[in-house]
């Protein structure tokens, strides 16, 4: 099976642009998680969607938005971009427990 | 509170020293751990789950529900085990959300 993939794999943004990322998980799988990771703060759980609903959600600002579609695809928004925004998105397909994560979008905010 | 605790940012031993990363946890309920590992430039992947109870490339780790700790070892370490580990917690039953140590990076001096 093809694996977790993300696209763009890098962006370029100004402060106070929007953004939106895209995950294609494993075919198959429903559940599709968002992660922030920094050197800083390692890795931050955003949200989780299963089935076009957000199932869970982590302790970020609203600005950070996403949603699934029919086909498990799922996107995230980041609206009203800040410095402190730069980050690896990182998306990941779960199944029974385990996660398989896709390369990760590298976003720089300028 | 949910919680998953990686004591150490950084561990740095030589090759072929005995390698141990901790962690612990809190948790009400019988949850199921992992360890995840990032080795550069690669996909953050499922090392191994306490459930499967394998050896994965040298590594072990035991589910001590006493001490509440899942901590990863292995007897030799290897220059190619240098990389970041995660260790995660997921809960009982069908919500996957896995809670996230801050992790730990792991240097293996020649």
């Known amino acids: 099976k093809a694996g977790v993939t993300q696209t763009p794999r890098y962006l370029i943004k100004t402060r106070g642009q929007q953004v939106t990322l895209s995950c294609s998980p494993i075919s198959g799988h429903r559940s599709v998680s968002w992660y922030q990771q920094t050197p800083g703060q390692g890795l931050q759980f955003l949200f989780e969607?299963?089935?076009?609903?957000?199932?869970n959600k982590g302790n970020f600002p609203g600005r950070f938005s996403g949603r699934q579609f029919s086909n498990s695809r799922s996107e995230m928004n980041v609206s009203t971009l800040e410095l402190g925004d730069s980050a690896l998105y990182l998306c990941?397909?779960?199944?029974?427990?385990?996660?398989?994560f896709g390369p990760g979008t590298r976003l720089t905010v300028l | 509170a949910q919680r998953v605790t990686q004591p150490e940012k950084l561990l740095s031993v030589f090759k072929g020293a005995p390698v141990e990363l901790k962690c612990n946890y809190s948790?009400?309920?019988?949850?199921?751990l992992f360890w995840y590992v990032q080795y550069s430039r690669q996909r953050l992947q499922l090392l191994l789950r306490?459930?499967?109870?394998?050896s994965i490339k040298g590594f072990t780790a035991d589910l001590n529900k006493g001490e509440t700790s899942f901590h990863l070892k292995k007897p030799f370490a290897q220059e190619e085990d240098s990389a970041m580990y995660y260790c995660a917690l997921s809960g009982s039953g069908s919500n996957y959300q896995l809670i996230w140590g801050a992790g730990t990076k792991l240097i293996i001096k020649p």
């Open positions: 948790y009400s309920g019988s949850p199921e």
């Open positions: 990941a397909s779960s199944v029974g427990g385990e996660q398989f």
């Open positions: 306490h459930i499967s109870r394998e």
């Open positions: 969607y299963f089935s076009e609903t957000q199932r």
